[in-house]
């Protein structure tokens, strides 16, 4: 932090025609600053206080050109539930709905432990539903919360730590322990305490921009804290085949007319290696499908449920850019011909949305999670022996993308092209799908080998 000893002052410049007047007026370091008063007994009072601290030989900030005492007064007096509070409200505008649960579901876990102490404390779950729903919904604030939810937050509001105390290593890990700790006081998921823990620093760092750390720095940084481990590696246990994936969407077409409507619904997932959010937005105007060979989907944003509740417009989804994309970029997509003509035959037998969304339900809404949910389950039971149903063979529908991605890579596709049709970095295909890369690598130099046996042995000499 910038400082200068460096003070000057002015006289109190008085301002007719102002609601406040009297104007005090000084520098540091060359940079000038003003505050106005309603009458001149303040404003001098308020010229005193700076001098003194400029005669006991404080350092002022140059930034803010205050004393650094009146800083540090200034830092302590902001809670941390206040600073969340403002972060949230900055972060509103520019996140996606989608995300937004996920801010508030990773506050609503750290802000709970942050207190000064725990008599009084409401039932936990009161206190984390009124945190998650209505605190850190900006949406939501703008109605008064229920009587239950306003004694919770009033509690917390008296109660919340300083945010200068967060420069306290044991107070950083007490957060860290509860964003990687279930209400249940179980360890939560890897990936759900990476989660949070972007969201803490995020927030931290946000403090530290709004200086209400004694330094610029996040003392996030300098904690050595390593979080639970997680694999991201696609399980070839959960990767179905192209003759399982065939007697998967068989037994979902032969459950009526709510199975004949998704049957191309799984086969994006598989054949273009979609994402859910991916298949619900396809419309018809971005699929090439000719009569012979192969087509073409053009993949352009996603269509993700979030809640009316944390929605811009009030409605229940939300339609974000592609995954790791910038808006309005595009992927187009190759799909083979058995697929393109699965997806004519669908829309010829039941049409499109009005909007032109290829899938719908039977009343013409968006299709819904569990909806789908419940008909890959009928057709797991239908499809796969028993013991593949107690296995993670194609256990959620999404293991369809894993599948498809998968059979790209083991029929030789090369991974930079796998990767761009599944709208991958290079980077995560190689991590995510490293033990079906090994396989194909495997696979590789067999065929190496025996090239070589044809050209009349290795080449050792």
């Known amino acids: 932090m910038p400082t200068s000893y460096n003070v000057r002052f002015w006289d109190i410049r008085e301002r007719t025609g102002r609601r406040k007047p009297f104007e005090v007026r000084w520098a540091v370091g060359g940079r000038e600053k003003s505050e106005s008063y309603l009458t001149k007994p303040l404003a001098e ?33 902001v809670t941390w539930y206040e600073h969340t509070l403002k972060f949230i409200d900055m972060k509103w505008e520019s996140t ?30 009161v206190l984390r539903r009124a945190l998650y729903s209505w605190a850190y919904n900006k949406k ?32 950083l890990r007490k957060a860290l322990h509860a964003l990687s700790t279930t209400l249940d006081g179980k360890p939560a998921a890897a990936r ?29 940084d300098s904690l050595s804290w390593k979080p639970p481990r997680t694999s991201e590696e696609v399980d070839p246990e959960s990767v179905a085949n192209p003759r399982q994936v065939r007697e998967l969407l068989r037994a979902v077409r032969e459950q009526g007319r709510r199975g004949e409507t998704l049957e191309a619904f799984f086969g994006c997932m598989y054949h273009a290696a979609m994402r859910p959010s991916e298949v619900k937005n396809l419309r018809v105007q971005q699929c090439h499908l000719p009569e012979k060979g192969w087509g073409t989907l053009t993949l352009r944003n996603g269509l993700v449920r979030v ?74 039971k239908k499809a796969l022996p028993q013991a593949d149903q107690e296995s993670l063979l194609a256990k959620r529908p999404y293991d369809l993308r894993h599948a498809g991605i998968s059979f790209w890579l083991s029929s030789g596709v090369d991974p930079a092209e796998s990767a761009r049709r599944a709208g991958h970095s290079l980077a995560v295909m190689f991590r995510i ?3 079906v890369l090994a396989q194909s690598q495997g696979r590789a130099n067999k065929r190496i080998e025996a090239a070589l046996e044809e050209w009349g042995g290795s080449t050792e000499t």
């Open 45 to 77: 009072s308020r010229k005193a206080e700076l001098i003194t601290a400029a005669r006991n030989g404080e350092a002022f900030d140059l930034d803010t050109r205050l004393p650094l005492s009146e800083l540090r007064k200034q830092r302590q007096a």
């Open 96 to 125: 996606p709905a989608k995300s937004r649960p996920s801010l508030a579901d990773a506050l609503a876990s750290i802000t709970p432990a942050l207190v000064k102490t725990e008599a009084g404390r409401h039932d936990h779950r």
């Open 140 to 171: 939501a604030r703008e109605q008064e919360p229920c009587k239950e939810w306003r004694e919770a937050l009033d509690w917390i509001k008296k109660h919340s730590i300083s945010v200068t105390d967060l420069e306290d290593p044991l107070v």
């Open 192 to 220: 759900t305490a990476r989660r949070k823990k972007v969201c803490f620093n995020q927030t931290l760092t946000y403090a530290a921009e709004s200086k209400l750390f004694s330094t610029l720095n996040n003392p996030l």
């Open 307 to 380: 809640g009316k509740e944390w929605t811009d417009d009030g409605t229940a989804h939300d339609q974000r850019s592609l995954k790791w994309r910038a808006p309005n970029e595009s992927r187009p997509v190759p799909i083979p011909p058995v697929f393109v003509q699965m997806l004519r035959k669908h829309i010829t037998a039941h049409g499109t949305a009005k909007d032109g969304r290829v899938f719908q339900t039977l009343r013409g809404g968006v299709v819904q999670e569990s909806g789908y949910g419940e008909v890959w389950a009928e057709a797991r």
């Open 433 to 435: 799908y490293a033990k």
